[in-house]
């Protein structure tokens, strides 16, 4: 067959396909080409031998047909100019779409998308060429591509009686490809490069069910829930997301964001909590699939109304795995408005305070995550507590007032390290056990919160000298810093538990009761003369021969006319410390003696009286604990 010449004008074709999903009785796919112009040149068709291809122009109208007694719709535009070929099967020309309306053939997917694509509108203009041989097909493309007026619901719900409407989900005013190029060719990777993106008025919304799930995760469900079945189960274990090659080449010259917006909605949370991004501007540079070489960032925007967004550095978000070197900032975020979180999660309502933070995450080239994130929290104040079956019960009170300032103000630092390519990984999940383990900390070493969030030392145990109420001079310079500390947390109070060791301190017990008698006997003398009496060695000496003389002692030494004999002074010493009786009411006046020393130690540093509480004395039992124990005194911060 060889027609030289046809022309159509004014032509209308129309297609209906009611095979689509029977079973939901819906009404068939029908589309329409009208207004058509086709020019035909040298058309030929003998079978399978080769022909020259013909010359056709088209242009035409697309579109649903009319309802019975209106105008049809203006629909989109439509327009070939160049060559097809029947035998081989080749296309290569110039090809113009216009507002062509994607709703049209989503009929055919409908079954296969959790979302309803109310309108779209899709367009390109360039060239197409398109070959087919036994080896494959092979399709090479360039001009510019633009999707706009793009419209996603949810679905609508129906129930007993009433239905759901469905709810706007994602959308766009228009997403442009410039210097669109796509090319696929048999046995090899197939490549799009794009020389310039911009998307404008982009429109997402975010929403948490009230079942914890978010409402993005259903939109990649693509299959019918059998044949997903079976094909999970055919389908060997998958390599991780982050590792997986991209099945093509990807080159962009840049990316724009113009006037974004993001509404998130949590219902998962009573009272619900909502909040949005807005003002959402950036760009993005050039990036490529076969490199790890990374494309400047840059995006700014607005959180919740009130905070400041920016995200500035560097991404590539096509390579395997990703390539990130970024830095976050978001600045006074207004915490009220987090009070349901706060009162599901922590038991008590947000009365005021402001959050900041200051993130930076990179990740290398073997997938390799290392993040740092520095929370700053001004004014925080819990208000009312709330019943809540999910908070948690560790005192978040109290760790708020152990990492606050005087300011008011908490500054603490997350940092995360980790691998994106081990599917368990989760940042959040990190980030949630960060701030779990500063809660534990409040209860299990509250004075570590005091000295850098929760990694500094421990100042919460005072240590003393053997059998004595006598600070360490390591545990004196601990002091200065508790001081400090409770200096820069008026909300602060603290109680003081001295502890002391029957068994363990006896020696020391009675070595310092000894020595606590000189020193009496030394003051006793300076009275008397009117001078300072040192502990020198001789007058130690004289004394203790005091001291021993006057000592009714059992066991002590005699001569044959029953007078006591003089004996060496360490012989003397011995004696004098045996007859010492060391008690547990002994050590619980040691333990109290403890306690007091740290208390005057605090008060002479500046610290009110009235915010220092001393606890029971505590006797310790020799042997309970598995490391060895010292003498001591522990500080408990409480909240008044």
Request: charged fraction near 20%; proline fraction near 7%.
């Amino acid at each position: 067959m060889q027609v030289r010449s046809a022309t159509l004008d004014d032509g209308l074709l129309q297609f209906a396909d009611a095979s689509l999903h029977p079973e939901q009785h819906l009404p068939p796919l029908r589309a329409e080409l009208r207004q058509v112009r086709l020019d035909v040149q040298d058309f030929a068709w003998f079978g399978d031998h080769p022909v020259p291809p013909a010359r056709v122009t088209l242009d035409a109208r697309i579109g649903r047909p009319a309802a019975a007694g209106s105008q049809a719709p203006r629909g989109g535009e439509l327009g070939w100019k160049g060559t097809l070929g029947a035998s081989p099967l080749a296309a290569s020309g110039n090809l113009r779409v216009l507002r062509f309306p994607v709703a049209l053939v989503t009929p055919w997917v409908a079954d296969r998308l959790p979302v309803s694509l109310l309108r779209a509108e899709a367009g390109y203009t360039g060239h197409v060429d398109v070959r087919a041989a036994p080896s494959g097909v092979t399709v090479t493309t360039s001009g510019d591509a633009l999707l706009g007026d793009v419209h996603l619901t949810t679905l609508a719900t129906a129930g007993p009686g009433s239905a759901a409407a469905p709810e706007e989900l994602l959308g766009w005013q228009s997403l442009s490809l410039k210097g669109l190029k796509f090319a696929l060719k048999p046995g090899a990777t197939p490549r799009l490069d794009v020389a310039q993106v911009e998307l404008d008025d982009l429109f997402a919304r975010v929403l948490v069910t009230e079942q914890g799930r978010l409402n993005l995760q259903d939109i990649g469900a693509a299959a019918p829930p059998d044949a997903a079945a079976s094909d999970a189960a055919a389908a060997p274990e998958p390599a991780t997301a982050a590792s997986a090659p991209l099945p093509i080449v990807v080159n962009v010259g840049g990316i724009r964001l113009v006037d974004g917006r993001v509404d998130y909605t949590d219902h998962f949370v009573r009272p619900n909590y909502s909040a949005a991004l807005t003002e959402l501007n950036g760009s993005l540079g050039a990036f490529s699939s076969t490199s790890r070489d990374m494309a400047p960032l840059q995006l700014h925007g607005r959180a919740a109304g009130t905070a400041i967004l920016d995200i500035t550095g560097q991404v590539n978000p096509v390579a395997r795995p990703l390539a990130l070197d970024i830095e976050a900032k978001a600045s006074d975020l207004e915490l009220a408005p987090l009070s349901p979180y706060a009162g599901k999660y922590a038991g008590f309502a947000i009365e005021r305070g402001k959050l900041s933070m200051d993130v930076a995450y990179k990740i290398a080239a073997d997938g390799r995550l290392e993040a740092k994130n520095q929370v700053i929290l001004n004014q925080l104040t819990f208000g009312d507590a709330i019943a809540s079956p999910t908070a948690t019960k560790l005192p978040v009170r109290l760790a708020v007032a152990l990492l606050k300032d005087r300011n008011g103000v908490i500054d603490i630092n997350l940092p995360i390290s980790g691998s994106v390519n081990d599917p368990q990984f989760s940042v959040g999940g990190i980030v949630v056990k960060l701030l779990v383990n500063l809660l534990v900390k409040a209860v299990t070493s509250p004075f570590a919160l005091l000295s850098g969030g929760g990694n500094g030392p421990d100042l919460g145990v005072v240590e003393f000298r053997p059998g004595t109420a006598a600070v360490t001079d390591a545990s004196a310079a601990g002091l200065d810093k508790v001081a400090s500390a409770l200096a820069d947390r008026p909300a602060l109070q603290l109680t003081i538990t001295g502890t002391a060791d029957t068994q363990v301190e006896a020696a020391d017990a009675r070595r310092e009761a000894v020595e606590a008698q000189l020193r009496t006997m030394a003051h006793d003398e300076s009275l008397r003369s009117g001078a300072p009496v040192a502990l020198a060695p001789a007058t130690r000496s004289a004394l203790l021969k005091t001291l021993y003389r006057q000592t009714r002692l059992p066991d002590k030494p005699r001569n044959v006319l029953g007078m006591a004999k003089d004996l060496p002074d360490a012989d003397m010493e011995a004696l004098l410390r045996k007859n010492v009786v060391v008690s547990d009411e002994t050590m619980r006046q040691q333990a109290l003696a403890r306690a007091l020393a740290v208390r005057d130690a605090l008060v002479a540093k500046g610290i009110s009286g009235d915010r220092l509480f001393l606890a029971a004395p505590g006797l310790h039992a020799a042997g309970a604990d598995a490391t060895p124990w010292t003498p001591r005194a522990t500080l408990s911060p409480t909240m008044p």
